[in-house]
């Protein structure tokens, strides 16, 4: 592994608080093509014993797009780009920039009202060759917890690939 590689690993890439709002998850349930009434509807919710309307499983990709507003953000956000600090030079050599293995661990649900604080950081970061082609893997892990009480509901883990 290079030097590179390895001195972002464990570098914080983010922190960002959100709050999961009704038409976000029903436009999202849309998206997807998920018909379900529970990701739209109160009533369905409290029906399938439901406290307040869930999100569909693999909401926490799009949160920091559809929940993130600048008047909440914490104060003390990470600088820097550790991420862009490896694919920058290696986009700059030309390349593809793939998104690779997306993953998502559940602590509990994730329901409409909730408002969730994610810190993310690069967890690993590695190449491989591939057909006479070098590919580099970074992989981003975001933790996101409640708010009110700090536990975790939702880590989220994203593979970057980049293929010269």
């Not at 029906?47 to 307040?52: F, Q, R, S």
């Not at 799009?62 to 929940?67: A, C, E, F, K, S």
């Not at 104060?75 to 862009?84: C, E, F, K």
Request: proline share 9%; no cysteine; charged share 25%.
């Amino acid at each position: 592994m290079s030097d590179d590689l390895e001195k972002i690993i464990g570098k914080p890439m983010s922190k960002s608080k959100v709050v999961v709002e009704r038409s976000a998850v029903t436009n999202f349930a849309t998206a997807v093509v998920d018909d379900n009434p529970v990701y739209r509807d109160p009533r369905a919710a409290a029906d399938a014993g439901l406290p307040a309307i869930p999100a569909p499983p693999t909401f926490a990709f799009v949160m920091n797009n559809w929940g993130q507003f600048p008047e909440i953000q914490p104060a003390d956000v990470p600088t820097g780009n550790p991420m862009g600090e490896v694919l920058g030079p290696l986009m700059a050599k030309g390349g593809l920039v793939l998104h690779g293995e997306q993953e998502f661990v559940y602590h509990r649900p994730l329901y409409v009202g909730d408002v969730l604080v994610g810190e993310g950081k690069i967890v690993d970061a590695y190449t491989k060759e591939s057909k006479g082609k070098t590919m580099t893997f970074v992989v981003t892990e975001t933790v996101w917890k409640d708010d009110k009480t700090g536990a975790p509901v939702v880590t989220t883990r994203f593979n970057v690939i980049h293929r010269s």
